[in-house]
């Protein structure tokens, strides 16, 4: 089966640096997602990590560390439009036939003055 | 850019009635897929469909059935609605790869209150 697991809630203040959390257990591993979610939007897609290290993409990092089941998302430089849900998400190749993507309930992160 | 759009942002029906919900993506790709968000439960996989005519079913298909007749065009029918129906609907697309980022790509979404 496939669990996922990342904190429900963070608040962070303007101008910080955050780091959210993923850990996921799957029965297979081929990629992991990282989304942003505003309030009422579509998810868009952030990074993509399939091998261990760090992803850099301007004031957005990924990290990835396969044999711990653990990523994180960074955001550096917070700005008030940084306030969304972020959501986690694994793609798994044993899932049978597709190779599914399943997704964690994602972080409320609420950027605060 | 890619384009993936939903036949309706909002959505009031009745218990019982028969639901249509309309995706259609711009950019040729071959897997399409519904999914429901809940609070607390984030986004669950209803039905995909990896190619013109053929259907998978997700996590939670119960309830729910699926018609892709044309590449680009991907319907979620709800037979007869109930109120546990009631959801933010998601659909979104990717291309055939399975390696590279190959990221999904969302429509709108669609609220959905059943009464």
């Known amino acids: 089966g496939q669990n996922i697991d990342q904190p429900t809630e963070m608040t962070a203040t303007e101008g910080a640096i955050v780091q959210i959390n993923c850990t996921y257990q799957?029965?297979?591993?081929?990629?992991l997602f990282w989304y942003q979610q505003h309030a009422g939007e579509a998810p868009t897609f952030l990074s993509y990590?399939?091998?261990?290290g760090l992803e850099e993409k301007g004031r957005f990092s990924s990290f990835l560390s396969r044999s711990k089941g653990y990523s994180y998302l960074l955001l550096k430089e917070l700005q008030m439009k940084d306030s969304a849900s972020y959501l986690c998400?694994?793609?798994?190749?044993?899932?049978?036939?597709?190779?599914?993507?399943?997704f964690g309930i994602g972080t409320k992160l609420q950027v605060i003055p | 850019d890619v384009k993936v759009t939903q036949s309706s942002r909002y959505l009031v029906k009745r218990t019982g009635e028969k639901v249509f919900l309309e995706c259609v993506q711009d950019m040729d790709h071959e897997n399409m897929f519904w999914y429901r968000q809940d609070p607390g439960l984030g986004l669950r996989l209803i039905y995909f469909s990896y190619d013109v005519k053929m259907k998978e079913k997700g996590d939670i298909p119960e309830g729910y059935s699926v018609s892709r007749e044309k590449k680009e065009r991907f319907s979620l029918i709800l037979e007869s609605a109930s109120t546990n129906q009631t959801s933010m609907y998601l659909c979104a697309s990717t291309s055939l790869g399975t390696s590279g980022t190959d990221t999904q790509y969302f429509g709108p979404g669609t609220r959905l209150t059943v009464l």
């Open positions: 799957t029965s297979g591993f081929n990629g």
């Open positions: 998400a694994v793609r798994d190749p044993n899932s049978g036939g597709y190779q599914k993507v399943t």
């Open positions: 990590n399939v091998l261990d």
